[in-house]
């Protein structure tokens, strides 16, 4: 069964870098056709696309918000997709999900993404 486990600092300050760590296990990061996203969600907003990377690793893309500050990448030996984070401002404050989906190139459409991990908490303090 494969699970998704994601993690993080937790509180940062403005202007502040820091790294999420999104853990898979029950299966390769290196698997044909698999990519994995970063998806956030803040209270009383709709979920937005951040960043993803196929399996690969030489196909990412990075959502609008984003751009410029953040960036994905990944770590065979541990199995383990990063996306860092650069610059961050008290609007980047949301829950970041982990995501995978199956077929094609990384993509920002929700409905691609069949299996998410529980989630972990950013809140940048200004």
């Known amino acids: 069964q494969v699970q998704l486990q994601e993690s993080g600092p937790g509180l940062v300050n403005t202007s502040q870098t820091l790294s999420l760590t999104c853990s898979v296990s029950?299966?390769?990061?290196?698997?044909?056709?698999?990519?994995w996203a970063w998806i956030r969600q803040s209270p009383g907003k709709e979920r937005e696309f951040v960043a993803a990377?196929?399996?690969?690793?030489?196909?990412?893309r990075i959502g609008d918000a984003a751009k410029g500050r953040f960036s994905v990448s990944r770590d065979t030996g541990k199995n383990t997709i990063f996306l860092h984070m650069s610059s961050v401002k008290p609007e980047d404050t949301a829950i970041y999900y982990c995501?995978?989906?199956?077929?094609?190139?990384?993509?920002?459409?929700?409905?691609?993404?069949?299996?998410w991990g529980p989630g972990v908490q950013v809140t940048v303090s200004s």
């Open positions: 995501a995978e989906a199956f077929g094609g190139s990384p993509s920002e459409d929700f409905f691609e993404y069949n299996l």
């Open positions: 029950g299966d390769s990061i290196t698997s044909n056709y698999f990519y």
């Open positions: 990377i196929g399996w690969s690793g030489a196909s990412t």
